[in-house]
């Protein structure tokens, strides 16, 4: 705990998404588990890697690190930064005051035709 959020009581609750798959898809996110970054832990194939980085694919890299990525994080996500020098980090990402208008992690991710992979 603690890299999205400090406190187990924290209001999490998306009261302005509605749309079922977009809050599952939010928890998923929130908790690291996506069917592209672990199905292989089913399938029995060998892990997920960045085409890019050749690091090993997971939530944090698509969201915070990749450096391949940059330009299209710093359309979607330019309000999601740290006040230090414009790091991203999965708190403020993945937090109440980046999806409240526009979704825009949805939006990223669309751009990067990732979506229905998720």
């Avoid at 928890?27 to 060998?46: E, K, N, V, W």
């Avoid at 990525?69 to 403020?92: A, E, F, Q, T």
Wanted: one cysteine or more.
């Amino acid at each position: 705990m603690g890299e999205i959020t400090s406190s187990i009581f924290h209001d999490w609750t998306n009261t302005h998404i509605r749309d079922r798959r977009t809050q599952i898809l939010l928890a998923r996110f929130r908790i690291g588990h996506t069917f592209l970054t672990q199905s292989y832990l089913l399938t029995r194939d060998p892990q997920p890697f960045c085409d890019d980085c050749l690091v090993p694919l997971t939530v944090r890299h698509l969201l915070v690190e990749c450096p391949s990525l940059m330009g299209l994080r710093h359309h979607y996500l330019y309000r999601c930064r740290g006040r230090d020098s414009g790091v991203y980090y999965l708190s403020k990402v993945l937090g109440p005051a980046c999806l409240a208008t526009g979704h825009d992690v949805f939006r990223f991710l669309g751009e990067l035709d990732l979506l229905p992979n998720l």
